[in-house]
C-alpha cells in the first residue's frame, strides 16, 4: 500500500450480497456498473453473484465493461453459482477473506460502498482505517441511496464529536446520494486530491 493519488482505471465496489427491501438499491447497482461501464473503468468486487452484488456486475457486463471477481473459495457456493462466475472478465478464488480483501485493495483505484449488509460494513471500514493509517489516499464514497448511509454518518460524527477520529484530515469518505454523480466525483478527487462541490465530505465538517 502506499501513499499516492493513483489515475482511476478500477474501482471497487462493496455491497449486499443480498438484495435487501428497498427495489431502488437493486437498481442503483445496476445503474453504477452501467457507469462505470460506460466511463471506460472496469470493476473490482467480490465475485458474488446475487443481490446487490449481481446486480453491479450484470450492470457493467451489460454495458460492455470488465468485472473482475474476488472471492475465497468457501464462498463460492454460498454468494455465487459457479455457471455466473464462468461469465467474469476474470475470476480469482482465494484461500481465504483475508487475501481476498487485499487482492481488492490492490487492484482498485477508489473504493464506493453500496447499501448492504455486516460484510460491507467491515469492508469499507477497513478501507477507512487504512486510510486513516496513511496507507492510501484513494477515494472512499458512500452510495447514499434513499439515505442508507444516514446512520453510518451520525455514528462518524458522534464518533467525531467524541474525539476518537484522529487524523480526521485522511479519511475523508465522500456522501453521494445519486448514482450518476459517483464516477466524476471520483474522477476530481483523484485529479485534485480533494473533495468538491456536490460532495459531502463526512468528517472534515468537525
Ligand atoms: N469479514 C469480512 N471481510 C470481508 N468481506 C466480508 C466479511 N464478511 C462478509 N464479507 C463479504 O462482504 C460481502 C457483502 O456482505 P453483506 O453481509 O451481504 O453486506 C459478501 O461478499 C461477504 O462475503
Not at 164 to 175: E, K, N
Request: proline letters at 5%; a negative charge; glycine letters at 12%.
Amino acid at each position: 500500500m502506499t501513499d499516492q493519488t493513483v489515475p482511476i482505471r478500477s474501482i471497487c465496489v462493496y455491497c449486499g450480497s443480498r438484495p435487501g427491501r428497498d427495489p431502488s438499491h437493486i437498481e442503483a447497482g445496476r445503474a453504477l456498473g452501467k457507469s462505470i461501464a460506460e466511463n471506460g473503468l472496469s470493476l473490482v468486487y467480490g465475485g458474488g453473484t446475487k443481490g446487490i452484488m449481481g446486480a453491479v456486475a450484470s450492470g457493467v457486463m451489460s454495458h460492455g465493461g470488465k468485472v473482475t471477481g474476488i472471492i475465497p473459495e468457501f464462498l463460492v457456493d454460498m454468494e455465487a453459482t459457479r455457471h455466473s462466475l464462468g461469465e467474469l472478465d476474470e475470476l480469482i478464488v482465494t484461500p481465504d477473506m483475508h487475501e481476498r480483501k487485499h487482492r481488492m485493495f490492490e487492484r482498485a483505484d477508489a473504493f464506493v460502498a453500496l447499501p448492504g449488509g455486516i460484510g460491507t460494513l467491515e469492508e469499507i471500514v477497513e478501507i477507512m482505517t487504512w486510510a486513516q493509517l496513511g496507507r492510501h489516499r484513494k477515494p472512499m464514497v458512500f452510495a447514499n441511496i434513499n439515505g442508507f448511509w444516514n446512520p453510518m454518518m451520525d455514528l462518524l460524527l458522534h464518533m467525531t464529536e467524541q474525539g476518537f477520529v484522529h487524523t480526521s484530515h485522511l479519511v475523508q469518505p465522500m456522501l453521494i446520494d445519486r448514482v450518476e454523480d459517483i464516477v466524476p466525483a471520483i474522477r476530481k478527487h483523484s485529479v485534485e486530491g480533494v473533495s468538491r462541490e456536490g460532495e459531502k465530505a463526512v468528517i472534515d465538517k468537525l
